[in-house]
């Protein structure tokens, strides 16, 4: 049986944490803003809201729920709010997070809206890898998650991977997703509406991971930006709309099966591969094409037939 906690007035951290340590089980949120900070999901134990109407608000400190080392817990059907104000294009990381998970494996967070960060949204670094924790295919499961008017929506941070992200919605961040990890896969999700969609930059054991069936529209200055990708990296299957792909000192990026309506750029060494897209060439937002001469391109077409680009 699930323990409720329907409490709302003043700082709940102290309340709410000694709810979710009495042991495994469900610890059922009800509707109503909670302030709270620093929040510690314990393992085997799962803290559910009522969708929307639950909201854990930022009460001070760095992170409303913050994860470190545990396995087997799970965050859902609730919101994560931040005090971050005014034109979320000018956002800062003042490292404010919604969520923070370190060193963490075999989790899950499901139907969970982060919002209104200075800082990230989501942010998970150093999956804690082994044979009896995470053997290369448990590090965690995010699910139907809503990032929005954050700094950066949602983060891969140092070694944060095997992790399965889908149906993601990030959108009005000043950066919607970061890879910085490599083993990520990233589907069926939409990152529009940012001022960068998803940026990939290799950290310690970076990118060959994968990102599949999404939408990357209406950004405002790069849809996708790979900076210094050297393991390479799988994009398949993607709508680029607006924004610029830009491939800089990187190596093994793949861009293959997808749409593109948006100026591309390959810069610096490395040889990267971009084959079967429909290209769609549109006055103002896909009329620019610099690609370095190692660029292999295969396949590509537009409505009228092959495609090529004058390099």
Same mark, same amino acid.
Do not use: Y
């Given at each position: 049986m699930a323990r409720t906690f329907d409490r709302t007035d003043g700082d709940v951290t102290g309340v709410l944490q000694a709810r979710l340590c009495e042991g495994p089980g469900i610890v059922q949120l009800g509707p109503g803003t909670h302030m709270c900070s620093g929040l510690r999901i314990p393992e085997n134990v799962t803290l559910a809201g009522e969708g929307p109407a639950t909201v854990l608000r930022l009460r001070?400190?760095?992170?409303?729920?913050?994860?470190?080392?545990?396995?087997?817990?799970?965050?859902?059907?609730l919101v994560l709010e931040g005090n971050?104000?005014?034109?979320?294009?000018?956002?800062?990381?003042? $490292?404010?997070? =919604?969520?923070a998970i370190d060193r963490c494996w075999g989790y899950e967070v499901t139907g969970v809206t982060v919002r209104h960060f200075d800082g990230t949204g989501i942010r998970i670094r150093h999956t804690a890898l082994s044979a009896d924790k995470a053997p290369y295919c448990n590090g965690g499961n995010l699910d139907r998650i809503t990032v929005h008017d954050c700094h950066?929506?949602?983060?891969? $941070?140092?070694? =944060?991977?095997y992790l399965n992200a889908v149906e993601v919605s990030a959108y009005q961040n000043t950066t919607g997703v970061i890879i910085n990890a490599g083993n990520v896969k990233l589907a069926a999700s939409n990152i529009c509406s940012n001022v960068d969609g998803v940026f990939i930059e290799d950290r310690e054991n970076g990118s060959h991971g994968a990102l599949a069936n999404c939408l990357?529209?209406?950004n405002h200055r790069h849809a996708l930006?790979?900076?210094?990708?050297?393991?390479g990296m799988t994009i398949q299957n993607c709508c680029f709309f607006y924004g610029d792909i830009t491939i800089e000192d990187s190596q093994g990026v793949v861009i293959d099966g997808g749409?593109?309506?948006?100026?591309?750029f390959a810069r610096g060494g490395g040889t990267n591969r971009i084959a079967g897209n429909y290209i769609i060439p549109y006055a103002g937002i896909c009329e620019r094409f610099?690609?370095?001469?190692?660029?292999?391109?295969d396949g590509n077409f537009t409505a009228t037939g092959a495609w090529s680009p004058v390099r």
């Open positions: 001070e400190g760095s992170a409303v729920v913050q994860q470190d080392g545990v396995s087997g817990w799970v965050l859902r059907d971050a104000s005014g034109d979320w294009k000018n956002r800062v990381d003042a $490292g404010q997070t =919604g969520i950066v929506g949602l983060c891969f $941070g140092e070694r =944060g991977e990357v529209n209406h930006w790979c900076r210094n990708v050297k393991n749409e593109i309506c948006c100026n591309l610099e690609l370095a001469p190692s660029t292999l391109l």
